[in-house]
């Protein structure tokens, strides 16, 4: 019987996704090599009672790998092996969890690349706050714009604003946020962000 974290067995024919860091070392030392079998240090655990004790790889479709984009410079598809399973999460972000993942044709993540993975997703709003602040701390600042300039408005400029500073707030305290041009690239969101709200006070003001 699948946990409370668990919707159901997915299928595996479906093409997957995950992001690799190719320049960044992981903290644990772990390396992620091409077209071998990657076996996790802990394993799905179906009646988890907290995220933390779930276990296995995070990997997610094409509709909202978008979402994951600040956990590397290089995606990759994702091949479940033979006799593994893949599940999926309830959840509105596309988790899904394997064991054993077998990573394919990595394609290294530029602005270009960032910005065909936004036009294919279908995050949730307050997701393509947190991931348009992504690409600006990666330095797809063109993806970040596009984002900024399709989904913020007067009406939610407010929780936009929220996201992009608690964004801000995880990554940094993860050390993402641990350069000049990631720094730089914040204040000019930060800047675009800050336009929209004295537009929607100017507004205001002038209406009552």
């Not at 077209?35 to 655990?45: G, R, S, T």
């Given at each position: 019987?699948?946990g409370k974290f668990?919707?159901?067995?997915?299928?595996?024919?479906?093409?997957?996704?995950?992001?690799?860091?190719?320049?960044?070392?992981?903290?644990?030392?772990?390396?992620?090599?091409?077209?071998?079998?990657?076996?996790?240090?802990?394993?799905?655990?179906l009646k988890a009672?907290?995220?933390?004790?779930?276990?296995?790889?995070?990997?997610?479709?094409?509709?909202?790998?978008?979402?994951?984009?600040?956990?590397?410079?290089?995606?990759?598809?994702?091949?479940?092996?033979?006799?593994?399973?893949?599940?999926?999460?309830?959840?509105?972000?596309?988790?899904?969890?394997?064991?054993?993942?077998?990573?394919?044709?990595?394609?290294?993540?530029?602005?270009?690349?960032?910005?065909?993975?936004?036009?294919?997703?279908?995050?949730?709003?307050?997701?393509?706050?947190?991931?348009?602040?992504?690409?600006?701390?990666?330095?797809?600042?063109?993806?970040?714009?596009?984002?900024?300039?399709?989904?913020?408005?007067?009406?939610?400029?407010?929780?936009?604003?929220?996201?992009?500073?608690?964004?801000?707030?995880?990554?940094?305290?993860?050390?993402?946020?641990?350069?000049?041009?990631?720094?730089?690239?914040?204040?000019?969101?930060?800047?675009?962000?800050?336009?929209?709200?004295?537009?929607?006070?100017?507004?205001?003001?002038?209406?009552?």
């Open positions: 019987m699948l668990f919707e159901c067995e997915a299928d595996k024919n479906v093409k997957y996704y995950r992001f690799i860091q190719t320049e960044r070392k992981y903290e644990d030392g772990r390396r992620f090599p091409i077209n071998e079998i990657v076996k996790c240090d802990k394993k799905i655990n009672e907290d995220m933390e004790q779930m276990g296995g790889f995070f990997i997610s479709d094409k509709d909202f790998i978008f979402r994951w984009l600040i956990r590397g410079d290089t995606l990759c598809e994702v091949i479940i092996p033979e006799n593994e399973k893949i599940y999926k999460t309830p959840t509105k972000y596309g988790i899904y969890l394997a064991d054993s993942i077998i990573l394919t044709n990595p394609q290294k993540v530029d602005d270009e690349y960032a910005m065909k993975l936004y036009l294919q997703s279908k995050l949730l709003e307050k997701e393509y706050f947190k991931t348009m602040t992504a690409c600006a701390i990666c330095g797809y600042m063109k993806t970040a714009f596009r984002v900024c300039h399709d989904k913020v408005n007067i009406e939610n400029i407010e929780q936009a604003i929220e996201e992009f500073e608690g964004f801000c707030k995880r990554r940094n305290g993860e050390n993402f946020i641990d350069n000049k041009m990631a720094k730089e690239n914040i204040n000019k969101l930060y800047e675009k962000l800050k336009k929209v709200r004295n537009i929607k006070y100017n507004k205001e003001f002038h209406t009552t």
